[in-house]
C-alpha cells in the first residue's frame, strides 16, 4: 500500500472541497481558490473534514498514481490555506533587483536589463536589493516561475555569482593557478 496514498487529508475550516464528474476537484479557501482534473482512475472520497484517496488494484500504475493524486490534492489545499513561496537570492557586483507594478527588472551584467512579469496569480516581492520573493497559492507555478528567474542567471561555481533559492549550497570550485 503506498504510504503516501493511504495518508487521509485533513481539510482546515473555512477550505470546501468540491469533487464532480471524472475528478474534477476545486479547493476553495481564504487565499482564493484552485482547480485541477485528477486521474480518473483514483477514487477520491470526503469523509467529514478528511479526504480519502483509494486506487481501484494494486497495478504498478496505479500504485503511482495513488500517491500522486493524494500529494496533487494535500498541495492544493495547503496552497489556499497557507500559500507557497520561494526565496531566491542575488549574488554578485552590480547584480540587483527591482520591482515597478507587476513587472521585475533584473539587472544581471548583461548590456540590457532582464524584464519579467508576474504571471497571473503569482506575486514577486523584492527584499533589499538582491532577495527576490515569489509567492502564489499553486506550489507548481510558483516553482515553475522561481526557476525562470533563477534562469535568466545560473550561480557559476567559481565566485558563486547569478542568481540562487535561498537554501541553495553552490559546489565552489578553486580557479587556475599561475605557473612554477
Do not use: C, W
Request: hydrophobic residues 35%; without cysteine; aromatic residues 4%.
Amino acid at each position: 500500500m503506498s504510504r503516501i496514498g493511504r495518508m487521509p487529508i485533513a481539510v482546515p475550516a473555512g477550505v470546501t472541497v468540491e469533487i464532480a464528474e471524472n475528478n474534477k476537484v476545486t479547493v476553495k479557501g481564504p487565499k482564493g481558490t484552485l482547480e485541477r482534473v485528477l486521474p480518473a482512475e483514483m477514487e477520491i472520497k470526503a469523509e467529514g473534514a478528511e479526504i480519502i484517496v483509494s486506487r481501484p488494484n494494486d497495478l504498478k500504475k496505479m500504485k503511482s498514481l495513488h500517491g500522486l493524486t493524494r500529494t496533487l490534492l494535500h498541495n492544493m489545499v495547503k496552497g489556499v490555506t497557507d500559500g507557497y513561496e520561494k526565496k531566491l537570492e542575488v549574488n554578485g557586483v552590480g547584480y540587483r533587483a527591482a520591482k515597478a507594478g507587476n513587472k521585475l527588472t533584473l539587472s544581471l551584467g548583461y548590456s540590457h536589463p532582464v524584464e519579467m512579469i508576474d504571471p497571473e496569480g503569482i506575486e514577486t516581492v523584492v527584499e533589499g536589493q538582491n532577495v527576490i520573493i515569489v509567492k502564489g497559492i499553486d506550489k507548481e507555478k510558483v516553482g515553475q516561475f522561481a526557476a525562470e528567474i533563477r534562469d535568466k542567471r545560473r550561480p557559476e561555481p567559481y565566485k558563486g555569482k547569478g542568481i540562487k533559492y535561498a537554501d541553495e549550497v553552490i559546489r565552489r570550485k578553486v580557479g587556475k593557478t599561475g605557473k612554477k
